[in-house]
């Protein structure tokens, strides 16, 4: 990135990743080149979602450690869910040990309009992965966050602005989650397309004690 390129007018967060090359050289990459389907499994090849759209539902196989990238597309089939082996299990206690170690999730955009495939985040997917600190929850095309998907996720730090293109927040999806507020003035900011909250899906923030503020864009 030229970041001469850019007009900066507020504070800015940018992600990328270092690579050694092959003469043990640190060279940037971008996170959305740095993809490895071959870390994922499909667990169900014909996902169906509410708007009639249909592709392959997966979840990592191999361990990950710090950034993770998720594929638009694994052998020719659109990634439209992310699942885990906690979803599988509905034990509270219980995370995804392949995760445990992911602390910033982005999705491969399809286009140069950062559009993505992917639509839903299954339930308990995330669950206890307390080293979690970004979701790429603006991702244009993301509809659904799961049940519990980030329940005890508690260093979640940019989820405070949930703005994107999902509609739905399904129960306890975020039940002691982010990370403790900087500032008694912190609030949750959430994005006008969500239409659908669950059922306490963000009770018992962590930390925000008695000055838990929330904005509906």
Known sequence: MDLTTYSITSDSIFYTVWQKDQDGNLAAVSVFEDIHPEYFTITNNNYNISTGESGCEVKLTTAVVGKLTVPAYINNQKVIALRSSASDNISSDVRDPNLASV???FFEPINENGDVNMRDIVANT?????????????????????????????NLIDAHTLVGTFTMIEKNAFTRAFAPPETSDDMLIIGGNVTDFGNACFSNWNDFGDNDKFAVL
């Open 103 to 105: 602390t910033h999730v």
């Open 126 to 154: 995330f669950r206890q992965c307390t080293a979690l600190k970004y979701v790429q929850f603006s991702a244009k095309g993301l509809r659904r966050i799961g049940e519990r998907a980030f329940q005890n996720v508690k």
